[in-house]
C-alpha cells in the first residue's frame, strides 16, 4: 500500500525507480536537519554502541544505505572507517555532499564515496560505482527502513530488500538495521517519547496515527512539529511508514540471512531485557562465515 493511496503526504515524490522518496519536496529534508541536531554532539550511547561493534568485529569498510544528510556517515568517517554512503533521496544527499565540501581540506573525508542508489537494486547500484565490493559493514539506522510501504501486501518488496542488504556483505560481515517500537504505537496509539538517536535543542511533538485495514496495521503516519522558538517558527512535516512488529520483522531478517546468521537484538542500545518499553529496537545480524 503506498502511502499517498490513503494520506496525502506533506512532503511527496518518487524517485526515479523504486522507493518512494518522502524527502522528495526539499523541505522535510531541511526540517529533518533541524530534527536530528549537531552532527558533533550525536547521542553518545548510539555512538559507543555502533562504533564498539564494528571494532570489536574488525570492521573497516561500511556500507550506510540510508545516509540521509550524512550524519551517521561523518561520524564514522572521523572515526577512521571507509564509509560508502548511498540514498535514494537526492534531496537528502544534497546536504550530504554539502557536508563533505566543506570538509573537502579535511584529509579523512578525501575518500568518502557519497552516491544515490535504491534498496530494490542496491547490489548492481554499487556495483556501477565499485565493482565486485563487499563490505564489512552494512548499516540502515534511524527508523529508515520502515519507510519501506508494502505495496503487495504481502512484504515481498520489503523481503527482497533486506536480502539484498544482506548480499553487500562480505561473509562474517555485520547489518545493523532498526525500527521503531512500532508494537507499542499499535498497542498504545502513541509514539514512545524519548529519542535515543536525536539531539533536537527545540521542543517536538509527534503525533501518531495508525492506519489497520481488516483488522491488520497497515500504516503509520508521524506528524512531527518543532517549535523554534524563534518569531513563533513553527516546522511541521509528515513521514508515512510500515508497521514492524518485533516478532515479524525478526522473521524476515533471518529469512533473508537463510537462517544461518547470527542474531542479536537490542532494545534503545541495550540488551532487550533491561528495557521494558524502547523506543527503538536495533537488530545486529552477522553473516556466514562460509
Known sequence: ????????????GIPSEGVKDQYADGKAARVWKK?????NERTQNY???????????GCESVLDIACGTGIDSMMLVEEGFKVVSVDASDKM?????????DRR???KYDEWIIEEANWETLPRDVSSFLPGKLFDAVICLGNSFAHLLDDDGDQRGQKMCLRNFAQCLKPGGLLFIDHRNY???????????????????????IKTSVLVVRGKPELVTLDYCIDAGEHNEKSE?????????????????EEAFDARAKHEIY???KPLNQVSTPGFYIHVMEKAKQ
Open 93 to 101: 544527499l544534497k546536504h550530504a555532499l554539502k557536508a563533505r565540501w
Open 183 to 205: 508494537d507499542a504505537m499499535i498497542n498504545s496509539g502513541a509514539t514512545p517519547g524519548h529519542s535515543i538517536y536525536y539531539n533536537c535543542k527545540y521542543p517536538v511533538d
Open 237 to 253: 512535516f509528515r513521514l508515512c511508514y510500515y508497521p514492524h512488529t518485533l516478532k515479524k520483522f525478526t522473521s524476515m531478517l
Open 47 to 57: 555512538k559507543n554502541f555502533l562504533i564498539g561493534l564494528l571494532r570489536k568485529n
Open 1 to 12: 500500500m503506498a502511502a499517498d493511496k490513503v494520506f496525502h503526504s506533506r512532503s511527496e
Open 267 to 269: 532494545a534503545d542500545f
Open 105 to 107: 581540506k579535511d584529509p
Open 35 to 39: 530534527f536530528i541536531g549537531d552532527s
